[in-house]
């Protein structure tokens, strides 16, 4: 049958590369966390696969003035301690939110002053100044709306006895090894099919496939580019990808020599053949990035040319920058195997343009560091638009207010685009939005502070029999439709 | 021929170790006289070998005072006793481990010459060497080889050369022979023997086994368990000692004839530790003769007779 | 002394002395019968001289890519076949043993200078410096070696130089303690109170009479422990630690290639290869060296 | 004996302040800010130095330091960990056990191999089986060990399917990890064994018990390997140790979330608190490891025991 | 001859092979002991006093020892030819042996009262309780308090070390004693006492002995009869007495020579020149010969064979074989 009975499992097996680190929204933004908090949380917006905005504990929204809006929370929904989700809880979760660390600057645009619980089933939420992306941010799961009793009875240990909303509820926590989650069965939607979860921490790569070929998990996240073809030729499993909001990137110091010369970073985003890289490192998985953001986030320019492969104009464009013979510089990248792929063979294909490169591998946190302090000449990174509003992916990257730790390591200054990123982050307007973004990102694909490499793709291993997975381009994945296919 | 060449006084050397201070000398008093060999014997770890390094000061004095030629050595600064070693030597027991392995003869032997600067170029440096050589009886075609290619004899007359190298005017031998087999140790003997009588030079010879002691000495110093029991001419020692312990040690010696009836003294136990000792005779707990006043009191070396010292309190 | 006799059993006396031949020489013809330690000299001479004469030996650079080639088996062209990048692994197999040298060597040669000095100092003043360093040695030894290595090369940043660094910090307490012990037991050595004797002063004897006789634990150890430095440098490049791109660490090639593992073996079976045959080299060489230096210890 | 354990635990003490402070020294003069690492790549300078004050990361190094000994020392708590706020402790607690038992699985497998194979070794020595033997051990050595458990996965849970490649579930999941782990030191020990034990065989006391009349076999098992197991159990001791550091390749290789594991991810993020606890926990186990050795020691050998008062 | 005998050698020769070469350590050797006799074998280190000892044994350590030829007839029977079964029955029980270090013959993790009670049980046939009861009675008959049976061989000085061992020896009452320079290691005081047990509890036990030693004074003061050998090959054997009165080889007089005397004053030794040969590289003919005040021509050639000179009184040296050249290699 498909049409949505109880699977025939009853635990879900999924594995990812690491552990979470906290299961409280506000304590840490990473990956493998969200994964599994968007089982147990919701928030007041959801975006589905497209990134349309859809009701989620919300059932409804007003924009009450250029900085307002007024939530209709949905009744009757229960938390997992059995508590109901009153206006309150967002309250408390927005503050809480905006206090944290890690996750406060997606809520940052909100004013803490102008959040206003009208009765218990309706909140206003103002910014300090307008800004366009707040129901997006309202969508991420950093926002997912928290228990006030739960969060102050957990105390300290809340992290690790979360409760939320969602469809499953928390279970067991073998640090570093496993995460449990059963059904939630007051669940206040549809409820999720199979009965149980565990996430499970298999670091390695390769051999989550190797899991996945031997049975022993059902949903292998993350699959290297090297397994693609041994899944998708499997008779037993099946192998999703689907394009997401991420982006890699190799940026330029634009402020120091020669990279302050725009010539230089056009010549070399012409001397390097993006295509052979992402089939070489890549094994042809994902798309050569025409411009700052993927074709997945909204408002991305999609007429954009691409620089394409052009030894010769490079070398024209050098020589007119005045470095015909080339120059020697560093590029920098942190130990992660694919940035370290893609520097091996830009390495070797800057030489033909006579550009001596020296790569330094640095270690994340010194990496960060440099980068930030604006040590480097050349550095691959990436970028994922959580939200999938183009705000997140171009204002951090290219605003001049923004220098550094902050996103843009590229140092890259345009008056311009300054004043565009501005000015559609204010507007509440689409069409004015979009048309700020699309001329945003033609000037920087034509001043290129990058070289623009590629936009990523998630990668799902399933078994042949899960059915109602979905890849969701921000990476967190909805499991509460999955279910298996009957054996008839 | 009295003239005195050493003179040690109230020499004292403690170890420290977990267990207490090992008194492995303990307050002894002797002299030798210029141009002779005193004999110094006692069993194993009862201080022979620490008396002979702290009267070089190779090992530091616990307490005391060691004259050479009238100056107290343990006082010398650095200079001063550099200087002072020309004239002391010592030849070491072990010919195996007192050679530095990885030193050809001619390095062991000239070692003194360099580190001296006896002479200025090489060419003397290896006169000399050779000359030492042939003076202990060492083929000249063994300049080059290594400890490990010699035997036991031919290593000990190295240890010897690389004594005489600086023209000492006393040694101190600290076993020179025991490790060798009777046939070599008869030729090294005869070597120290003629050496002596050519340079005029003055020994401390060590050795636990006594008949060579009296071979070889003049006068005998016997130690047991850090101090000295009995000093007296070696005929004196021989013929009549008076030390309970030096009766027992003589008598104990097996005689290689067939014709003598042996009456051997058998001690009971055996020698206590060094550590902690007991505040009274050192010998009590195995003499045969111990009275009530040995139980806690210490005896002292005493002229018993002429150049004849005693420790015991049946000579006062 | 000689007899007199002629004596036919015996060659004639040489009127020459015979040439200087010390201890090394009974050493190397210790070696020299021992069937394994040759094997292992052979290999690691085979090494020194392909790092030495690797551009000669290898047909491309090991960096030279070849993006249309990539992963192709072994073949005549590419006697090990090529990587993801299409680069020869015959010819990056071939560098690499240059930086396994380095690091080996390097890293070894780190722990003994800091390990030997620390060693002969505490072993030859005793007392508080003695305990002082011993102490400090204890508190390095107390962590286990490869994450020692690894919290420092990670607070350093990946790279060759850190990893010999971490490698050789993480093995000083041993050479220390080798050192050390054989300082204690040669200094009250009779030749050493002999050399007293004569006037020399602690520096002479450290540096002529204790250290060349503490040469042959530290050659032995010193072997074995540069197998060791290039397998923990390995590990370490294997954690993403020793990253030098696009430099061929045998390490960090096996690292890349396990994840090709499945469709192109000879991606990390060459490489592999390549550290266990000079690993088990300097294993022969180490045992045999250790027999050859002290045949008390030979079996 | 009593007094000596105590004395052993009591010298625990100023060594792992040492460790610590070595620890803790090389995380503060490595470069990168534990509160930009949590943060992540997408974070803001106000954010940044936000956590860093929360973390009291503007703090002079002695006041970090100390404030991390007084907790110790006052709380008894190693502090929580950066990025997950987790107890320090739970953390560890979470998965010392696994690397605890990867690491006693691999001495369990080397020492079934190590010793029977050299006694055996000792006894024929020069055979064929003696040979083989050594350059089976040799090769052991040699090898790689994340190399080794890659092949092992490939033949064993690819190839064959017989047995899982990764995490630790169950039982069966240590068999592959184990072996990978203990056949280094299982050739150390063979040749440790070997060694020693041919040493001892050369001794005058076994030519005494030769010259009693025994039989070789009883001279071999109840004269030798007593006598020659004293410096194995060191080496075994050694190698639990290095084992427990070792497994860090042996964890990633095999997916297995260990201690080694989290060591590692701590050092990345700088997550000094967990890093300390991680190293310290190990720093501890090995000193215990190395303390029972010794009792062990005087188990077997009376002369030791003598001199533990 | 004072009694029946026990004990005969013959032409035993055993060999090492090593690296360096093949080493002689026993040469032709040709010995007799009768029964509650005393034979001293004296030599310098390196003679082959420990390997005859072990030949005698069959403990030879091979490789590389090799007991090339000869035999070692006990009571009769060549022990070469017995099975290693057999020969176990013997060692400890029939025959037994001394080792010249205390310190490393005892095994160091083992009780005494253990050690001596394992070979009780070995050769006896007594239960572990009855051997340990009988093992303290043997520890009561060397002088060692029987309550420190419990102590391990560390705990005790090296005389009584040696007590110990000897109590191993001695315990199944073996027929022959061999002792290895058991008093080498010991001082003057401990040996007396050493010897001094050792001469008592052989009359006891009327245990006939093999007493190896390079010191001529214990020879004199506990032996029957002595065999000076000198590498591997016995130059001389004779009574004590014969020996010491009368010594014919040129070595042994050499030996007597070099030893300073006690109880008289000599101005000087009169050593035997030259060293011990290498153990490769034993001379032609007689090995004595680079060194010998007497050498003669023939010497160089041959290997002088054993001349008895007087009843009793062997002597292998080409003065005494008279000019009789055939008996050279027979
Ligand atoms: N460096 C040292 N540290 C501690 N104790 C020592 C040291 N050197 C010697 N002793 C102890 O001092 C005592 C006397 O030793 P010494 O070597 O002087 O004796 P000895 O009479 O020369 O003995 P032997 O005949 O064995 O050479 C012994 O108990 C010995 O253990
Ligand atoms: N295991 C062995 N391997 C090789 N050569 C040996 C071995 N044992 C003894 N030898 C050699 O055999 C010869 C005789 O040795 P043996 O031990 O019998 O002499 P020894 O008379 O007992 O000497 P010592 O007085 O030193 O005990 C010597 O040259 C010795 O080097
Ligand atoms: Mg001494
Ligand atoms: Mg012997």
Known sequence: GCDGEVGQIENLIVAQGSDADSLDPHATNDQPSSRVKKQIYETLITQDENMELQPGLAESWDQIDELTFEFKLKEGVKFHNGEELKASDVEFTLLRALDSAHVGHIVGAIDPEGIEVVDEYRIRISTVEPFAPLLAHLAHTATSILNEKAVTEGGEDYFRNPVGTGPYEFSNWEMGNEIELVRFEDYHGEPAHIPMITFRNIQEDGNRTIELETGEIHIAYDILPQDINRIESHENLTLLRDLNFSTVYLGFNCEKEPFDDVRVRQAINYAINVESIIDAVMEGSGEVATGPIGPEVWAANMDLDPYGYDVDKAKELLAEAGYEDGFSTTLWTNDNQLRQDIATIVEEQLLEVGIEIDIEVLEFGAYLEATADGEHDMFILGWVTVTGDPDYGLYSLFHSNEFGEAGNRTFYANERVDELLDKARRSAEPSVREEAYMEVQEIVREEAPWLFLNTGEDRTGLRSDIRGFVNHPAGHHALWTVYVEDEQ | ?316 | ?299 | ?309 | ?330
């Not at chain 4, 089986?129 to 050595?141: E, P, R, S, Y």
């Not at chain 4, 009883?218 to 070792?246: E, M, S």
């Not at chain 5, 390196?46 to 403990?59: F, P």
Request: glycine share 8%.
């Open chain 4, 1 to 309: 004996m009593f007094r000596y354990i105590g004395r052993r635990l009591l010298l625990l003490i100023p060594v792992l302040l040492g460790v610590s402070f070595i620890v803790f020294s090389l995380m503060y003069i490595a470069p990168g800010c534990p509160a930009a690492i949590s943060l992540g790549e997408q974070a803001t300078s106000r954010e940044i130095e936000q956590l860093k004050e929360q973390m009291g990361l503007n703090d002079p190094f002695i006041v970090q330091y100390g404030r991390f000994i007084s907790d110790i020392a006052i709380h008894q708590d190693l502090g929580r960990s950066y990025n997950t706020n987790a107890p320090v402790v739970d953390e560890i607690i979470g998965r010392f056990p696994t690397t605890l038992t990867l690491a006693a699985s691999g001495v369990l497998v080397a020492v079934a191999i190590g010793i029977p194979v050299g006694i055996i070794s000792a006894t024929k020595q020069y055979s064929l089986f003696d040979n083989v033997a050594m350059v089976f051990a040799l090769i052991g050595v040699s090898m790689p060990n994340f190399w080794q458990g890659l092949l092992l996965i490939l033949l064993f849970a690819v190839g064959l399917g017989v047995l899982p490649s990764s995490g630790y579930t169950t039982p069966m999941h240590m068999i592959l990890p184990a072996i990978t782990i203990g056949t280094s030191s299982a050739a150390m020990i063979t040749r440790m064994t070997r060694s020693s034990m041919l040493e001892v065989i050369k001794q005058d006391y076994i030519r005494t018990a030769r010259a009693k009349g025994q039989k070789e076999s009883v001279v071999i098992y109840k004269h030798a390997l007593k006598n020659a197991l004293i410096p194995v159990v060191t080496v075994v001791g050694l190698q639990f140790g290095y084992l427990l550091g070792g497994a860090v390749l042996t964890e990633r290789v095999f997916s297995i979330n260990g201690i080694g594991g989290l060591m590692i991810a701590s050092i990345s993020t700088r997550d000094y608190p967990l890093v300390q606890g991680a190293v310290l926990f190990i720093a501890v186990t090995f000193c215990i490891i190395n303390l029972l050795v010794d009792i062990l020691y005087a188990y077997i050998d009376p002369r030791i025991k003598s001199q533990y008062k």
């Open chain 5, 1 to 330: 001859m004072k009694s029946k005998e026990l004990l005969k050698i013959k032409d035993l020769s055993i060999e090492y092979r090593t690296d360096e070469g093949v080493i002689k350590a026993v040469d032709k050797m040709s010995l007799e002991v009768g029964v509650g006799e005393t034979l001293g074998i004296v030599g310098e280190t390196g003679a082959g006093k420990t390997t005859t000892a072990l030949g005698i044994m069959r403990l030879v350590p091979n490789p590389p020892g090799k007991i090339a030829q000869g035999e070692v007839i006990f009571r009769g029977e060549n022990l070469l030819e017995k099975t290693e079964e057999d020969m176990r029955k013997i060692r400890g029980n029939k025959i037994s042996m001394i080792f010249q270090d205390p310190m490393t013959s005892l095994n160091p993790v083992m009780t005494t009262e253990e050690q001596i009670a394992e070979v009780i049980i070995l050769h006896q046939n007594v239960g572990k309780q009855e051997a340990v009861e009988k093992a303290k009675e043997m520890l009561n008959t060397v002088g060692i308090p029987v309550e420190r049976g419990k102590d391990y061989p560390h705990q005790f000085s090296g005389g009584m070390r040696q007590r110990i061992v000897i109590a191993i020896a001695l315990a199944c009452n073996p027929e022959l004693l061999i002792a290895d320079e058991p008093t080498t290691a010991l001082d003057v005081t401990i040996q007396a006492q050493v010897l001094k047990l050792m001469k008592n509890l052989k009359e006891e036990f009327e245990t006939s002995m093999i007493m190896i030693t390079h010191d001529l004074g214990i020879v004199a003061n506990i032996c029957d009869k002595v065999a000076i050998i000198y590498t591997g090959y016995a130059v001389e054997y004779a009574s004590k007495e014969e020996l010491y009165n009368n010594p014919l080889h040129p070595y042994t007089q050499g030996l007597f020579g070099s030893i300073p005397s006690i109880d008289e004053d000599e101005d000087r030794l009169k050593p035997i020149k030259g060293l011990m040969p290498e153990p490769t590289e034993i001379p032609d003919g007689c090995p004595f010969n680079p060194r010998c005040p007497k050498v003669m021509p023939i010497c160089l050639k041959k290997l002088p064979t054993r001349t008895e000179v007087k009843t009793g009184h062997f002597v292998n040296c080409h003065l005494y074989n008279g000019n009789d050249d055939k008996v050279g290699g027979a």
């Open chain 2, 1 to 316: 021929m009295s003239e005195k060449i050493v003179e040690v006084k109230n020499l004292k050397k403690y170890f420290q170790t977990k267990k207490g201070p090992l008194h492995a000398v303990d307050d002894i008093n002797f002299f030798i006289k210029k141009g002779e060999t005193l004999g110094l014997v006692g069993e194993s770890g009862c201080g022979k070998s620490t008396a002979g390094r702290v009267l070089l000061r190779l090992l530091p004095a616990t307490d005391g005072e060691v004259f050479f030629e009238g100056k107290n050595i343990l006082k010398l600064n650095g200079r001063q006793m550099r200087k002072a070693r020309r004239d002391m030597q010592i030849i070491f027991q072990d010919p195996y481990s007192s050679l530095n392995p990885r030193m050809s003869v001619e390095e062991v032997i000239s070692e003194p010459l360099l580190i001296n600067k006896i002479y200025k170029n090489k060419k003397d440096i290896n006169k000399r060497v050779k000359e030492l050589m042939d003076t202990v009886g060492l083929s000249q075609r063994l300049v080059n080889a290594y400890p490990h290619e010699l035997d036991g004899g031919r290593r000990q007359r190295v240890g010897i050369a690389r004594a005489l190298a600086l023209k000492p005017k006393f040694i101190v031998q600290d076993e020179p022979v025991s490790a060798l087999d009777v046939s070599i140790q008869a030729q090294i003997l005869n070597l120290m023997e003629d050496i002596q009588d050519e340079m005029g030079l003055t020994y401390l010879f060590i050795s636990h086994d006594l008949s060579v002691v009296k071979h070889v000495s003049d006068r005998i110093a016997v130690m047991y368990l850090g101090k000295i029991v009995e000093l007296a001419d070696y005929n004196a020692i021989f013929k009549r000692p008076l030390h309970p312990y030096t009766q027992a040690l003589l008598s104990a010696i097996p005689i290689p004839k067939v014709d003598v009836e042996q009456k051997m003294i058998i001690l009971e136990g055996e020698v206590p530790s060094p550590v902690n000792p007991p505040a009274g005779c050192r010998f009590y707990g195995r003499c045969r003769h111990r009275m009530e006043i040995c139980k806690d009191t210490n005896p002292t070396l005493t002229e018993v007779e002429k150049e004849r010292f005693v420790s015991c309190h049946l000579h006062p």
């Open chain 3, 1 to 299: 002394m000689s007899s007199q006799i002629p004596n036919k059993g015996k060659k004639e006396k040489t009127k020459k002395p015979p040439k200087k031949r010390g201890q090394w020489y009974e050493v190397w013809k210790r070696l020299r019968s021992n069937k394994a330690a040759i094997v292992g000299a052979i290999i690691i001479g085979v090494l020194v001289l392909t790092a030495i004469f690797a551009p000669f030996i290898a047909p491309t650079h090991y960096r030279t890519q070849d993006l249309d080639n990539r992963q192709q088996p072994p073949s005549f062209e590419h006697l090990f076949g090529t990587d993801n990048f299409g680069r020869c692994i015959f010819s990056r197999v071939v560098y690499g043993s240059r930086i396994s040298i380095q690091v080996g060597f390097v890293a070894v040669g780190l722990a003994i200078v800091v390990g030997g000095l620390l060693g002969a100092i505490s072993g030859y003043y005793s007392g508080h410096v003695d305990n002082i360093i011993m102490r400090l040695m204890d508190i390095l030894l107390s962590i286990p070696g490869i994450l020692l290595a690894i919290a420092i090369a990670a607070s350093l940043g990946p790279g060759l130089v850190n990893v010999m660094i971490a490698v050789g910090i993480g093995s000083i307490p041993r050479y220390a303690r080798i050192v050390r012990a054989s300082v204690l037991s040669l200094r009250d050595q009779e030749f050493v109170e002999a050399a007293r004797a004569v006037g020399a002063n602690d520096l002479r004897i450290i540096l002529k009479h204790i250290m060349p006789n503490c040469l042959a634990p530290i050659i032995v150890q010193g072997t074995l422990g540069v197998a060791e430095a290039i397998l923990s440098a390995a590990g370490l490049s294997f954690l993403g630690l020793g990253i030098e791109l696009p430099k061929p660490e045998w390490g960090a090639m096996l690292s890349e290639a396990r994840h090709y593992m499945r469709d192109s073996w000879h991606m990390s079976v060459f490489p592999g290869l390549a550290i266990m045959i000079t690993i088990f080299g300097l294993n022969l060489l180490g045992d045999g060296l250790r027999d050859a230096l002290d045949p008390r210890l030979k079996g």
